[in-house]
């Protein structure tokens, strides 16, 4: 839900894990990394670097309740079509 609060609690060798990826996203402009909460239910996290001139305003939002949000489906784009290097590991 929009205005939500987002956390993110990790030991000190998952932080750098995390670093590290994100530096590799600021060099290669994308970075998989596959990640296990405590669930045990692993998923991968993508991260894009784009450009300062990139569309934020096309990319489409996260919400599905559309009792509350409606998206315009004539501009919004799914955030895994953003990136390049990976479209077979995505939806």
């Known amino acids: 839900m929009w205005h939500s609060n987002a ?3 990790a030991n000190r060798t ?6 590290e990826a994100i530096d590799v996203a600021l060099k290669h402009k994308e970075i998989r990394l596959g990640l296990s909460p405590s669930d045990g239910e692993g998923y991968d996290l993508f991260i894009k670097c ?8 096309e ?4 919400y599905h309740d559309r009792d509350c949000y409606v998206p315009d489906e004539t501009v919004g784009i799914p955030p895994h079509k ?3 290097q990976y ?3 995505l939806r």
């Open 7 to 9: 956390y993110l609690i």
């Open 59 to 62: 990319l489409e939002m996260p």
């Open 82 to 84: 953003a990136f390049k």
């Open 14 to 19: 998952a932080l750098i894990e995390l670093k």
């Open 50 to 57: 784009v450009e300062d001139d990139f569309e934020w305003e």
């Open 87 to 89: 479209k077979r590991h």
